[in-house]
């Protein structure tokens, strides 16, 4: 197994720890970023991780802001080397109907979830070409697939990562650079559990494999996607959402 360099966005997430947990068992070494402002809380997860045997390197990142992506890739270049694997997997909703949506709540989730993709991937990505190795993958949505009611915001953020992970797929294509997309459905994390209950109830009736999926199922994606062995599979989307939207 070739050790690589991976980085998660959003580590201490729902998604993001399984993310973290399954980057450590392919044998890389692991950086992850969260919120500024949440770090007593981040040691805090740095330290259970540590407990469970999961050692990952953990840095406050605004994926919003440009020049911070470029000093934490900075940082984590210094610390534990190049990077080779890169998931992008911050994100956050502003759900509201499209008459209550307002431009704040627009531009956070285009910034978090769109712009935040070009802030992280511009950075490593020559020189992922250099090196002639890289695997990246945006994390996009169910709701990117099939639009979602009070979601007009975050289902075109989520859309628009199809668009630029097919771009910047075929820009690396013959440099060893493979850029995906994962797409889960609704998941059982802190982001689906917001949900009201009864509108929770009513989209689970509609899975067809009947539940929510795990945190788990997603990193198992995630890990096939960056595996030494994945470099023939590029600009693709993998939907792992129960069934509930076949493309
Ligand atoms: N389809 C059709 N109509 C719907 C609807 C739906 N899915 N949801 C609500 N409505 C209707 C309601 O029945 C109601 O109709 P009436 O006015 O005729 O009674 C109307 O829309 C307004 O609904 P609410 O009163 O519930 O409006 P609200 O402002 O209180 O809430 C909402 C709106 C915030 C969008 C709320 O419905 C909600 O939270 N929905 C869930 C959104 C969602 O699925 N978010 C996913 C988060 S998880 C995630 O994003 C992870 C991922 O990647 C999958």
Not at 82 to 101: C, E, F, Q, W, Y
Not at 130 to 144: E, Y
Request: proline fraction near 4%; charge should be negative; hydrophobic fraction near 40%.
């Amino acid at each position: 197994m070739t050790q690589r360099i991976a980085v998660v966005t959003g580590a201490s997430g729902g998604l993001g720890e399984t993310m973290c947990k399954a980057m450590v068992d392919q044998g890389h070494k692991v950086a992850g970023s969260y919120l500024p402002g949440t770090d007593t809380d981040a040691k805090e997860w740095q330290q259970a991780m540590q407990a469970a045997g999961y050692e990952v390197a953990i840095y406050p990142l605004d994926v919003t802001d440009y020049d911070n992506c470029c000093s934490f890739i900075a940082a984590v270049e210094k610390e534990l080397g190049s990077i080779d694997v890169l998931v992008n997997n911050a994100g956050i909703t502003r759900d509201a109907p499209l008459k209550r949506m307002q431009p704040q709540q627009w531009q956070d989730v285009l910034r978090t979830n769109l712009d935040s993709m070009y802030n992280m991937c511009q950075p490593v990505f020559d020189a992922m070409c250099s090196r002639g190795f890289g695997r990246i993958v945006n994390i996009s949505s169910l709701n990117g697939e099939q639009g979602q009611f009070g979601q007009a915001n975050y289902s075109a953020a989520k859309a628009g990562i199809y668009g630029f992970t097919k771009a910047i797929a075929k820009e690396g294509a013959r440099k060893g650079v493979t850029v995906n997309a994962v797409s889960p459905g609704f998941i059982n994390t802190p982001m689906v559990r917001q949900i009201p209950e009864n509108v929770l109830e009513s989209i689970v009736a509609g899975i067809p494999v009947g539940r929510l999926g795990q945190p788990e199922e997603i990193a198992r994606a995630v890990a096939f996607l960056t595996a030494e062995e994945a470099g023939y599979i590029t600009g693709t989307n993998l939907s792992v959402n129960g069934g509930e939207y076949m493309s």
